[in-house]
């Protein structure tokens, strides 16, 4: 059964129009990240939760926004996506600081824009 | 800086061995780890090792850990054509927190 559960598998909207993408997790991880991959490239992290505390990397454009309503979900908002906005988002998540604290992977997003 | 570097590409015939290297930088790094990546999917974690470990082995896959020279190694023993997919090594970026820096991916192509 799927842990990490990303909807929808596709999107497609068209420049400038908002868009959220979700996230959802039945591990009861701490932490959770979101990712953007783009072709032939390794994933390139925007931002994460650690429980309710925001980390946005340094590099992550404005127009890029996350909430985390509860420890289950997470939602990734981009405001005005833009034609380079194109690509795989990923969520995942961990456990938490201290020990081995593997990252675990949904399926991915795959946002188009028209 | 932290960097994280692995050769693009590498074919191998069905049931031949497959080894995919991977050099880093950070010496703080606490875990390594393996994820595949199929076509449209997302990372599916492999395996990890810890920093103080040399090798670790789960049914056909095998990591070599050289500290000394910052590299880490995948094999996979009598390879597939269900493990062609995208190989990325990961390191931890230290001891409190879960952030990866991943490699660049290694394309791996498995032909009969």
């Known amino acids: 059964d799927a842990m990490v559960i990303q909807n929808p598998r596709y999107q497609v909207t068209q420049f400038g129009k908002p868009v959220t993408l979700s996230c959802s997790q039945t591990?009861?991880?701490?932490?959770m990240y979101w990712y953007q991959q783009k072709s032939s490239q390794a994933p390139k992290l925007l931002f994460h939760?650690?429980?309710?505390?925001?980390?946005n990397e340094a590099d992550t454009p404005d127009n890029f926004q996350s909430r985390r309503p509860n420890t289950s979900f997470c939602f990734l908002d981009i405001r005005s996506p833009g034609l380079g906005d194109a690509a795989m988002y990923l969520c995942?998540?961990?456990?938490?600081?201290?020990?081995?604290?593997?990252?675990?992977f949904g399926d991915g997003t795959r946002l188009s824009i028209l | 800086g932290e960097d994280v570097e692995q050769s693009l590409f590498l074919s191998v015939r069905e049931g031949d061995s497959s080894v995919i290297n991977c050099t880093y930088t950070?010496?703080?790094?606490?875990?390594l780890y393996w994820y595949k990546q199929e076509p449209g999917a997302g990372l599916q974690l492999l395996t990890y090792?810890?920093?103080?470990?040399d090798m670790k082995q789960d049914q056909r896959l095998t990591v070599l850990l050289n500290k000394k020279d910052k590299h880490l190694s995948l094999r996979i023993a009598d390879t597939q054509t269900g493990d062609s997919a995208i190989y990325f090594c990961?390191?931890?970026?230290?001891?409190?927190?879960?952030?990866?820096?991943f490699g660049t991916g290694t394309r791996l192509q498995v032909f009969p």
């Open positions: 591990l009861n991880h701490n932490v």
């Open positions: 090792i810890f920093s103080n470990m």
């Open positions: 950070d010496s703080s790094s606490t875990y």
């Open positions: 995942a998540t961990s456990r938490g600081a201290g020990e081995a604290q593997p990252q675990h």
């Open positions: 990961a390191e931890s970026m230290g001891v409190n927190t879960d952030k990866l820096i």
């Open positions: 939760y650690y429980d309710k505390d925001f980390n």
